[in-house]
């Protein structure tokens, strides 16, 4: 099993939450990943509806060898339900999830279900990290060598220039963690390289990070749409309109590009024999844009593990989400943040 | 000449203004690009260094024949120098051009030199028209079928929701009086297709543009990143940080996935012949998704035609970008524009 080496040696330790019936197609791909990550040493608590699930589970031979487990949750908030239900809906399977967490059952929530609703259900469950205003999404993009860390992906649309020093602060502490990534290197977005140049809430950001750079974090500087795909720096701050916007324009984009590269190799007799031979090259192309290879995004700021993933994400993808969570966890990611954040 | 067709048959009425020796590579591709432009029929006055301009005008045989003529600028604003020295170096090539708009002596502007020495040029010289705050940068994007107008796409970084709508309708004039587009759908971008998410701009800029659907353009609602490359809707509207982040984006991404395609096909010696057979059908794409096809973005809500070009453009960008000058001219994009925000 090649994602084996990804496998943390203790992650039986505390099992991860699974809202096991969120996301578009409900318990199917979320039980697959599960079992995918079962199979991979991850053990899983899947909360949702105990009869569904089990039958579900029935599917995969030898799954009751595996650590999976079923946590029963009545409700389930569906995508086009309002976030703020997580409130009156206390056995919704996100709330359950967290609560889990909360309580020292398991070790991260993960959710392929509502966002909004998994936010919110984080940051009442779990409280925020002492030092921090708001929770942001960070997630990652592919770029030329790697990949690029971007924040906040779509938690907060109207922010303030210390919240973004505070998520490049803790986008920092998160790959030093969890991808071994020794000072990482900040980038404020703004439109234009140049220090005087940008919004008002950049120039305000640029100069709070410029305090802290060889502090608390490696501030670059500014950069400019073109970088994030280059690879310019490690992380990439922004408030959380422009990141929503850049992360689905990144991902629209790839997505129509490809469509064409296809359309094009079977447009004549010559390229369709020329795109049998380049068949193979291209998909892992593909895949290395797919969001499902990073499987979910992570909540950073509240105390405790959450991941968001997409309301498409199939199983491969909720079984490199769980993945992801067992790494973060194994890490302790959550007592290193609390430890930066205490020094000030 | 494949370009023919685009050519306005009235052009010669009045010659465009080109700042011959702005931009990355000054005089070289600037004088290739409007030899190539006259030579399909637009008239073009060559605004720079007359010495460098007429030595680099003699390397074209049969260029004396051509509808082409220098106007002599001493001074011209550096890429590296402030946008406000146009207020003080009067002789700047920039601001012959667009004096020359002003005076009636040319049709429009256009100059790949320092976009910000552009825009304050043309907003100082020219003016507004009347109704509209601020200028923006319209540009075009490759869709699914077709592109996407896009703007703002840098002019201003901090905005205002009346902005936007002025803009939006700009924009919906531009489509229908040069590109024929009827009744052009608009849509703002945001985070979420529903109508109460989005930051507070958005919120705002929402309920005026829907009170102006049906009456001065057609709002389509709000969109999401990934709907511009999906061509969602024909203009999508936004602040000029977010607009100018999404056009940097787009070209980076779509460069560095190019290459990744690029370096896939190059990887194995099956996939390298495969290559040989798929390279022609590859290449419409790339100059599909090359910005020198557009040429350059115009400035919407000055009063006369401005065109602001890459730096790093090419002789082939330099016609296009002439050309398409010619077309608004054709098309009197600016007594238009004018008409339309006189209604009310």
């Not at 309301?311 to 992801?324: E, I, P, T, W």
Request: proline share 3%; with cysteine; net charge neutral.
């Amino acid at each position: 099993m090649t994602a084996k080496a990804e496998v943390p040696s203790a992650a039986s330790a505390l099992p991860m939450a699974l809202d096991a019936v969120g996301g578009d197609f409900g318990a199917l791909p979320n039980v697959e990943g599960a079992v995918l990550a079962a199979r991979a040493g991850v053990s899983v608590l899947l909360v949702g509806d105990r009869v569904k699930l089990h039958a579900e589970l029935g599917k995969y031979a030898g799954s009751s060898g595996l650590p999976l487990e079923v946590v029963d949750a009545a409700d389930v908030i569906g995508m086009d339900e309002h976030a703020s239900d997580v409130r009156s809906r206390t056995e919704a399977s996100i709330n359950v999830c967290t609560r889990l967490v909360k309580e020292g059952k398991a070790a991260a929530a993960v959710s392929m279900g509502h966002s909004g609703a998994t936010m919110a259900s984080a940051l009442l469950t779990l409280g925020r990290i002492k030092g921090v205003d708001r929770p942001a999404i960070l997630t990652h993009l592919p770029a030329k060598s790697g990949f690029t860390t971007l924040l906040d992906a779509g938690a907060n649309a109207d922010v303030k220039a210390q919240y973004l020093a505070q998520w490049a602060r803790l986008a920092s502490v998160y790959l030093r963690v969890v991808e071994d990534k020794e000072n990482p290197t900040v980038g404020l977005l703004s439109i234009g390289e140049e220090d005087h140049k940008g919004s008002a809430l950049v120039l305000e950001t640029h100069a709070l990070l410029r305090d802290m750079h060889g502090k608390t974090l490696n501030f670059h500087g500014n950069i400019e749409g073109r970088d994030i795909f280059l690879g310019t720096t490690d992380i990439v701050v922004t408030d959380g309109f422009t990141g929503n916007v850049v992360l689905k324009l990144a991902e629209g984009e790839a997505k129509v590009l490809f469509g064409w590269v296809r359309e094009a190799l079977g447009s004549t007799l010559k390229s369709k024999l020329g795109g049998l031979l380049v068949r193979g090259a291209l998909r892992g192309l593909a895949e290395r844009m797919d969001p499902s290879t990073y499987g979910a995004s992570i909540l950073v700021g509240v105390r405790g593990l959450a991941f968001i993933g997409h309301g498409s994400a199939d199983a491969r993808a909720v079984k490199n989400a769980l993945l992801r969570a067992a790494r973060a966890h194994e890490a302790q990611l959550i007592p290193k943040l609390e430890a930066a954040f205490a020094q000030k």
